[in-house]
């Protein structure tokens, strides 16, 4: 299982993403929010070897950040968001997101295709 820290390797002669060491950053990654992962080794290493698997990356947004996502069995979307070797944010989503050459998978100007979180008239 991967620590804190300690990457797996990369794609295309890259070090590869790591976690943070900082626990602040840890803390804001992992939790048991909505959206979020719980810190366990198994989750780590699930966000570990998606921000390393360039099968699962979608690519940078305006801001140089890498993105990757990959949809569960259950139909979840994991996903990671990675700057300069580090992992920024991760976590899962229920209802899968679309990316979005501008901000990834935050934020998307063009809303939810499905209007799934917006208010019925």
Known sequence: ????????????????NILPSGEAQLRHIFGSRKGHLVDTPRNRQKLMELANDETYYLGKDKLGIEWY???????????VSALNGTIQEGGSNVTPRVWDKETGLNRNPHGNPRNVFRKKN
């Open 69 to 79: 996502a990959r949809t569960e069995q259950d139909g979840t979307q994991t996903w």
């Open 1 to 16: 299982m991967c620590e804190k820290g300690h990457g797996i390797g990369g794609f295309n002669k890259s070090r590869g």
